[in-house]
Structures are given as structure tokens and as C-alpha cells.
């Protein structure tokens, strides 16, 4: 399954209609919105009402002032929002570059150069597919600590940066239909490997680039496990582990804990709905690999 | 052939790249057995750049720090976490003790290790339910229904959302008086027992979290699955009088077989692995202990790191088999990258 079925499909299927009756097809899709959407919507309202109405009503209730941000300003001062953005955003920054170089200049060398131990390599990369993150932190960590980085913000980058396999078969797949011909005829202007991989393939990489960026930013954005593990410093939050923190502290305040969430849904909710076809596409190459 | 120009075989191999894998992996030896053959007249001609040491070493310097990576943050905590499963290590102190397959024992012996593998058992429940949503909502949009792609991102979007705060939304949802409650409550409905109360209820309730959180990406999987099926072929069905149902039987069902084994594969090695829900929203209390917070917990607040690694040990030797099954079960030469 490529892409390119997948952005193809909608004009072949277009003269598909659906049989009558269709009533009970269009209950059951409203039927599944409201799930989805509900449990999201009322923490919503929960999020403008103040700490008496929550007490008070009902959770379906509404809240008395639409405009009340109290909560946001509650959990984004208090809960350290600020900087947990800004943490997520410096980690986010440094793992998704070191992913594309990385996975870029794995996936040339191993497509256009023939070398002894290729095989070996490919297997390398392959198997470590098998192997899940989340069983082997307890020695990870201590190659982490062995390294001197626990509690810093480098070990979540590198476990990122280097434990990324999927990108590299993004990469891989996609530098196989960029014709060889073009490294050849850079190759009698005189360039070298790295001219090559620097001027022509990078460049030419664009959407795999634009593909992995999406993934690696979402999950990067969403990971707890990691910054949970790693970074134990309140200074040191991301917004999934500074989130996490709202338990403690605000205890019983709904009202705040609900901001936190939607402040911490809300950038999600723009990418989304900004970069929809790129994300469905993105997404279903990422678990398929 | 020995007589061709530099690029010409380079241009053989380009139009075999844009077919498919097999074709491609054809050139690739018949490229590597060209380059030797033409050694011998060739090399006197120019000293190809092929052949110099340069183009030898060139592919390891772009390797190098992959490699590195690869082998420091997967390889070798792999091998460590087996070399301390045999251990009493606790993870801080120099000296450790052999103690052999006792750590192995424990796991399989003592009940209240054990039974976290029934938890399990809940969340792999719910990701046959979640399968089964997925593709009953895939089949559908896959038709030509009006607000398509509304319905589309409205199921796929939970999939994006950060995992804790999905877990307050669901703590908000099942608390006393919460969401569910007071949606029961309107049809009349009076729930007097708080929900994540009792394991058997708290365990339902995580699992119908995970159900919500990740049914949209298989959803999306098998949408796009449907999707690259031509559209003639139900045409010619239509002509042959295939009804609706057969139409699913005969075409949808084995065009989506490897993106279904796939989904079954990643639900079996998730509901092993769960944790973030469960520890963000229970703590791992009230019997909704997963496997991976179980390991986190010895490793990390009991300090028994030997234990926790004989467990990591065991949940990736599961996982492998069961990848190694499907592998057997469903032949994917998507796999077949090389």
C-alpha cells in the first residue's frame, strides 16, 4: 500500500453509492461522533466554569460565563505550562533533526552504495523493529546514566533520535524513485558522496522529510514514557509529564486540570485540522512499516 | 555488456527501480556483477571512482552514526537486560550475584507477578472490539456518504491526542458524577457504584479508553486499504449481480487480510505493553496493574532491577514469537526491504 493508492482511490470510488437505508449508517456514524466527541467536549465547558459550578452542577451543565479563561491562566502559570512548551519544543526540535539527517543519510548509503555487510546492516536495522521500547528501559536507563544524562533534556533526543527505525523506511522507500541517473551526472561535475547525499538527495527527499516530520512531532509531542523516565526535575517538564503533575497539586480542581488538558489538545486540534491529508497518509505509512 | 559506458548499466537499474521490490533487489546483483566483470579491461581506461578505496569507506561514514545509535540504545540494552536477568542486581550497587533462572521462577510462580497477564486479557478483548468498530466504520465510509471526510477526522482525531490528557478526560468521564453518570442519568439511568471502583469495572472501563484512543488509526489503516481497491471491480461484481455482502466477501475481505493480521499483530504486542493509561489514570491500583507498569515499579521503585529485567526479558521473547507467528501465518514481502 503506497501513498499514491491512497490519494488516488477517492475519484475511483466516486461513483459508489451507498444502498438505501442508509438512515441506520448515518445514526450509527452520529452515534460514534457523539462518543468520540462528549467526553472531549464536556471537559471543555468544565475548563470555563469556575471552581462553585463544578461543585455544584451537573457536568453536562453549562458554564454561566463562556469567556471565563481563569482556569487557562490558573494552569499555565501554576502548572508551569510556558515552560513545559518550551522544553517540548527544544526536545522536538533537536530529535526530528537528528531523525531526517539521520534516517536520510542511513537510507542513502544503504540504497546506493554496494558494500560489504550491507546485508548485515539491513538485518540490524530490521530486527531492532521487533524489539519494543518500552520492554528494555530498565537497561536503557542504564546506558542513559552510564552517559551521565539522566535528567536532561539530551536523553530524551537521543533515545528519539536513535531508536527511530521506522523513519529510516520512510526514507528508504522513497529514495529508491529518485533516479540513480542524477547522482551519476553529479558524479562527472566532480561531486563527492557527500555533494551528492548534500545538493540532490536531501533536496529531493522533501515529502518523505514532510511525512516523518509529522509522525516524529506528533509522537514526539505525545510521549510520556520517556520524559516521565528520564527527566524527574519539575524544571525539566514536557507537557505530557508537567500535565501529569496537574494530579497532585490541583487535586479535586476539575476546572483547572480541564484547562491543562485543553491547552495541552488544543495545538493537536490546529495541526490537525491544517494538515489532515498529510497526517491520514503519514500515519498509515508510519504502521505499516 | 562488458563494452557498455559507464552509465548505461546505471540506466538499466533506474528503470528497474521505479517497478516493484523484487525487480529491484534483480538489478542490484546484476549491477554488483557487472562492476566486476568490467575490472578488467575498464580499470585500465580510468580508475573508476567504483572501484577506488574511497567509495569502499564512503557508505560506513554515512553509517557511522546511525550505527552507533542503533547499537548503543537498542542492541546493547538488550543485551545487558539479559545479562541482568540472571542477577539480583538492585540497579545502584557495584557488586551483583549470579542467581540464575531464580528471576524467571519468580515471575511464573509467584501469583501476584502472575497475574498481571490476566489483565491483559482485557485489552485484548477490547482491541478485537476495537478491530471490529474499525472496520465496520472503514466499509461504510468507504462509500460516497455525505460530510465524509467530517466523520473521518472525528474518528481518527482521538488517535493524535496526548495521552495524558485523555486520561483526565476519561478520569473526568467515570468519575462519581461525571460524564458517564450524568449521560446515564438523562435516560434515566442511576449508576450508584463508582466506576473504577472494583477491578473487574476499572479494568473494562481502562480498556474502553484504549478502545476510544486507538480505533481511529486502524480505521484509517483499513479505509485506505479499501480505498486502493479499483472501483471497476465492484462494477464487474455489480454486473455479475454480487450483492452488497458479497461484494465485502469477495472483494474488501481479502484485499484488507495483511492490514487485519498487521492490526491483530499490533493489538496482541499493545495490550501486552499498556501502560500510559492505566498509570496516568489508576496508578496501577484497585487490580489494573499492567504488565509494564509492574516492571517499571520493580525496576524503578523497588529497586529490583534483576527481576524487572527477567520480566522486560519475557514480555520481548512473547512479543517476538507472536511477531514470528504471523510472520509464518501471513507471508508480507512488504517486509523484504533489503
Known amino acids: 500500500m503506497t501513498s499514491r493508492d491512497l490519494t488516488a482511490a477517492p475519484q475511483r470510488t466516486g461513483t459508489r453509492r451507498l444502498p438505501i437505508g442508509s438512515v441506520l449508517t448515518y445514526l450509527s456514524l452520529i452515534a460514534a461522533s457523539m462518543v468520540v466527541l462528549l467526553p472531549l467536549a464536556v471537559v471543555f465547558l468544565t475548563s470555563l466554569k469556575t471552581s462553585e459550578e463544578v461543585g455544584e452542577g451537573s457536568a453536562l451543565s453549562l458554564p454561566g460565563n463562556w469567556f471565563n479563561l481563569d482556569n487557562y491562566v490558573t494552569a499555565f502559570n501554576d502548572g508551569k505550562m510556558l515552560m513545559a512548551f518550551g522544553n517540548t519544543a527544544f526536545i522536538l526540535v533537536f530529535s526530528i533533526g537528528g531523525t531526517v539527517v539521520i534516517g536520510s543519510m542511513t537510507a542513502y548509503a544503504v540504497d546506493r552504495f554496494d558494500f560489504r555487510g550491507k546485508k548485515v546492516v539491513m538485518a540490524g536495522f530490521l530486527i531492532a523493529t521487533l524489539v519494543p521500547s518500552v520492554t528494555t528501559q530498565v537497561a536503557t536507563f542504564q546506558v542513559i546514566n552510564g552517559f551521565g544524562l539522566i535528567d536532561t533534556r539530551w536523553a530524551p533526543i537521543l533515545l528519539y533520535m536513535g531508536t527511530d527505525i521506522v523513519s529510516v523506511y520512510i526514507f528508504l522507500q522513497f529514495i529508491r524513485g529518485i533516479p540513480v541517473s542524477l547522482d551519476e551526472a553529479a558524479r562527472l561535475d566532480g561531486a563527492n558522496a557527500f555533494t551528492i547525499y548534500r545538493k540532490i538527495i536531501f533536496p529531493l527527499l522533501k515529502p518523505a522529510i514532510a511525512t516523518v516530520v509529522i509522525i516524529k512531532g506528533i509522537t514526539t509531542y505525545n510521549d510520556f514514557y520517556i520524559p516521565f523516565l528520564y527527566m524527574h526535575s519539575e524544571d525539566l517538564g514536557t507537557i505530557s509529564t508537567a500535565l501529569f503533575r496537574f494530579k497532585g497539586p490541583f487535586g479535586a480542581h476539575w476546572e483547572a486540570i480541564s484547562a491543562g488538558a485543553i491547552l495541552v489538545i488544543l495545538p493537536t486540534l490546529v495541526i490537525f485540522l491544517l494538515l489532515q491529508r498529510w497526517i491520514y497518509n503519514g500515519f498509515s505509512q508510519g504502521a505499516t512499516k | ?338
Open chain 2, 1 to 338: 555488456m562488458t563494452q557498455t559506458t559507464d552509465t548505461a548499466p546505471e540506466g538499466a537499474a533506474m528503470t528497474g527501480r521505479s517497478s516493484k521490490d523484487k525487480a529491484k533487489a534483480d538489478t542490484g546483483g546484476s549491477r554488483r556483477h557487472l562492476v566486476k566483470r568490467r575490472r578488467g579491461p575498464a580499470a585500465g581506461r580510468t580508475r573508476s571512482w567504483r572501484d577506488s578505496p574511497l567509495r569502499r569507506i564512503t557508505p560506513w561514514l554515512f553509517l557511522a552514526v546511525p550505527l552507533a545509535l542503533l547499537i548503543t540504545f537498542t542492541y546493547v540494552p538488550v543485551a545487558s537486560m539479559i545479562s541482568y536477568s540472571f542477577t539480583d542486581w538492585d540497579g545502584v550497587s557495584p557488586d551483583r550475584e549470579n542467581v540464575g533462572f531464580d528471576n524467571y521462577v519468580q515471575i511464573f510462580t509467584r501469583p501476584e507477578l502472575l497475574r498481571v497477564f490476566f489483565v491483559s486479557g482485557y485489552y485484548l478483548a477490547a482491541s478485537v472490539v476495537q478491530i471490529v468498530v474499525a472496520l465496520y466504520f472503514a466499509v461504510i465510509l468507504s462509500f460516497n456518504l455525505r460530510f465524509r471526510n467530517f466523520f473521518k477526522g472525528i474518528l481518527f482525531f482521538p488517535y493524535l491526542i496526548n495521552g495524558v490528557a485523555i486520561g483526565f478526560v476519561f478520569l473526568y468521564f467515570f468519575q462519581d458524577g461525571g460524564t458517564l453518570d450524568s449521560v446515564l442519568d438523562w435516560f434515566g439511568v442511576t449508576a450508584d457504584h463508582p466506576w473504577l471502583g472494583d477491578p473487574t469495572s476499572a479494568n473494562i472501563s481502562l480498556a474502553g479508553v484504549s478502545v476510544w484512543r486507538f480505533t481511529g488509526l486502524n480505521f484509517v489503516l483499513f479505509l485506505g486499504a479499501i480505498q486502493s481497491i479499483p472501483g471497476e471491480l465492484y462494477e464487474a461484481a455489480e454486473l455479475d449481480g454480487a450483492g452488497k455482502w458479497q461484494q465485502f466477501r469477495h472483494i474488501i475481505a481479502p484485499s484488507i487480510k495483511p492490514v487485519i493480521s498487521l492490526s491483530a499483530i499490533l493489538a496482541i504486542s499493545g495490550s501486552l505493553s499498556v501502560f500510559e493509561i492505566p498509570y496516568i489514570m489508576t496508578g496501577g491500583a484497585t487490580g489494573t496493574q499492567t504488565f509494564v507498569i509492574q516492571t517499571i515499579k520493580l525496576a524503578f521503585q523497588f529497586n529490583k532491577t534483576g527481576l524487572a529485567s527477567a520480566a522486560a526479558v519475557v514480555l520481548l521473547l512473547i512479543i517476538l514469537l507472536i511477531t514470528w507467528i504471523q510472520r509464518r501465518l501471513v507471508p508480507d514481502d512488504k517486509v523484504d526491504l533489503v
